[in-house]
C-alpha cells in the first residue's frame, strides 16, 4: 500500500455540464513510469491539472503517497514536480536564478539550494547555460528548464505535459533516458501523443479519448496486441497463392502493393521454418521473412475505435 | 514562503527596466520638489513678519514634498502592480506558482509584500531626504514618521487595489487602466464629499484617510481603514484566484 504514489479515484471534471473528464480511476506505484495517450482533446492536460491542484476536480479525489490532494494541498503538493503544457518561465530571469527561485519555492532549504540546482542542470545538460537569460534561450533549451525545474526538489510524482515537444532528436533521446532515470527513484507520468515514445519510455499505459479511459495497462499487453497472427513474406518469383496455401498452417495469403505477400497463420506459433523450406524446394527466391506488426497507431486506432463503436451499440439497443 | 514569494517580485521588478526607471523617476520628481520647497520656505519666511504667519520647516517643506508623493503615488502604483498576476496568467506561468506548495493566501500576501516592499525603498528615501534638514534646522522628526506611516499605509491600500484588479484581466495595460480609475475615484470622492462629515461617502476617500498623518497626526481610526481597505482586496484577490481553480 505505501508504495501507492498517485491515487485518482472517479475523477471527473465538468465544463460548463460538458464532461472534458469522466470518471477517471489509476493508480501508480512507486518507480513506474506512466504514459497518457490521447489525441487531441481529449482530457489529458485537464486529467493532469487536476493530479496537480492546478483544477478542482468536480467529483473524486486525488492523493499522492496518501495525502489528498484537495484536504492537505500544500503538502500533496510538495511532493509533486510539474511541468504544464506551456513551460511556466519566468523569461525576464536567468537560469540560475529561475531554478534557485523554484527551488526556494518547493521548500528546499536554503543550505541546499545551489547543490540542487547543479544537480537538475547537470541531469539536463544546462551546465554551460548557467546565466544566460531564459528568453534568450532555445526552445529545447527552454523546455529542458521547464524539466529541471520539475526534478529539481526531487519530488515523488513527477507530472510532465508533453515533454519531448519541440526538441531535436538527440534532446529527445536525452529527455527520454532522463525520464527512465528519474522512474526508477519516482513515480513519472507523462502525457505524449508520439505512441513510439510510449513504448520506449513507459511501464504503464493509459489511453483516455474524449474524457475516458479507454484502456489502462501495462506496455506489455498493448505490446501484444501489436504482434498478430500474420507474417510478411518477400519473393521474387511469388508462386501462385494457391502454392503459399499448401503449406502447413497458412490460412490465407494476399498479395500486398509493395510486392510482399502477408501470410495469415493459425495457432500460436509462425510456420516460418515451413515457408522458408518450401520457398529454397520450389525456387521462390524469398528474401525478406518476419512478423507483420500493426503499428501502435492501428492498435491506438482500435481501442479509440471500438470505444466509439460500442456507444454507438448502446445507442442502438 | 511569504518572504520567498516576495523575492521573487522584487527580482522581477529589478530584471526589467521598469523597476529602475520608475524609482530614478520618483526619486528625481521628489528631490525637486524638495529642493524647491527649501527655497521657497525662506521666500515666504521672509515675507512672513509676524509670528503667527511663521511655520517649521519641517512642516512646510515635508506638506509640500509628501503632497506630491501621496499625488504621484497614484499613477506609480497601478503601473508597478498591473503586472502582478495580469503578466502570469498571459505568459501562463500561474501553475508554476499553483502547483509549488504554496497556499493562495501566501502567494497573494506575498506578492502585495513584494510591491510593498519596492514602495518602502520610496518611503524611506523621502524620509531620509527631509532628514537631511537637520543638518542646519532643528527638525521636528515625529511629523515625517507620520507622514512616512500614512503614505506607506496608502501605497499598501494603493497596491492591494491594484493586485486585486491584476488578477481579473490577462492585459496588464488593462489592469492598470481599472486600477487608476478606481483610485482616482476614491480620490475625487473627498472633493465632492468631503465636506460633509457626516456623508459616508466621503469617509470611502483614501485621501482622506491620509490628511490626519499629513498633519502629523496618527489616527488609529485611519490605520484601521487602511488596513481593512488592504485586507478586503488581499481577500478579494484569494477569493478570485481560487475561482480560477475551481472553475477553470
Partial sequence: ?317 | MIINVARKELKSVFASPMGWVILSLLMFAFGVQYLNGVNDYFAVMSGAMRPAERTGVTQFVGQSVYGLASFIMLFAVPLLSMRLISEERRSQTLPFLFSAPLSLTELVVGKFFGLVAFLTILVVYIASMLSTLNIWADIDFGFILANSVGLLLMVASFSALGLYFSSMTQQPVIAAILTFIALFALMMLDRFFGSDPSNVLGSLSLTKHFQSFAGGLIDTADIAYFILFTVTFLTLTVRRLDADRLRG
Avoid at chain 1, 68 to 78: L, R, S, T, V
Wanted: glycine share 8%; proline share 4%.
Fill in chain 1, 1 to 317: 500500500m505505501d508504495n501507492l504514489t498517485v491515487e485518482a479515484i472517479e475523477l471527473t471534471r465538468l465544463y460548463g455540464g460538458r464532461e472534458a473528464v469522466s470518471n477517471v480511476s489509476f493508480n501508480l506505484t512507486k518507480g513506474e513510469v506512466l504514459g497518457f495517450l490521447g489525441p487531441n482533446g481529449a482530457g489529458k492536460s485537464t486529467t493532469m491539472k487536476m493530479l496537480t491542484g492546478n483544477l478542482a476536480p468536480s467529483h473524486g479525489s486525488v492523493k499522492i503517497c496518501g495525502i489528498d490532494m484537495i484536504e492537505n494541498p500544500k503538502e500533496a503538493k510538495a511532493l509533486i514536480g510539474y511541468l504544464p503544457e506551456t513551460r511556466p518561465l519566468y523569461k525576464e530571469l536567468t537560469v540560475d536564478e529561475y531554478l534557485a527561485m523554484s527551488a526556494r519555492l518547493h521548500r528546499v532549504s536554503s543550505k541546499h539550494i545551489k547543490a540542487a540546482v547543479e544537480t537538475a542542470k547537470e541531469r539536463c545538460g544546462l551546465g554551460h547555460m548557467s546565466k544566460r537569460l531564459i528568453e534568450n534561450l532555445s526552445n529545447g533549451y527552454q523546455q529542458r528548464v521547464g524539466i529541471a525545474q520539475a526534478i529539481l526538489h526531487r519530488p515523488m510524482v513527477v507530472i510532465l505535459d508533453e515533454p519531448t515537444v519541440g526538441l531535436d532528436p538527440i534532446q529527445i533521446r536525452d529527455i527520454r533516458a532522463l525520464i527512465r532515470e528519474v522512474g526508477k527513484e519516482h513515480s513519472v507520468i507523462i502525457s505524449t501523443h508520439i505512441l513510439p515514445e510510449v513504448e520506449m519510455v513507459c511501464d504503464q499505459v493509459q489511453i483516455i479519448d474524449k474524457g475516458k479511459l479507454v484502456f489502462n495497462g501495462s506496455i506489455d499487453v498493448l505490446k501484444r496486441q501489436r504482434v498478430g497472427n500474420k507474417l510478411l513474406v518477400g519473393l521474387h518469383t511469388p508462386p501462385h497463392t494457391d502454392a503459399l496455401l499448401s503449406v502447413t498452417g497458412v490460412a490465407e495469403a494476399e498479395l500486398l502493393a509493395s510486392g510482399l505477400i502477408r501470410v495469415r497463420f493459425e495457432g500460436d506459433v509462425a510456420p516460418s521454418e515451413a515457408i522458408v523450406q518450401a520457398a529454397v524446394h520450389q525456387g521462390w527466391g524469398l528474401y525478406q521473412i518476419g512478423p507483420d506488426q500493426t503499428s501502435l497507431e492501428d492498435v491506438f486506432m482500435q481501442l479509440t475505435y471500438q470505444d466509439q463503436a460500442a456507444i454507438a451499440d448502446q445507442a442502438v439497443a
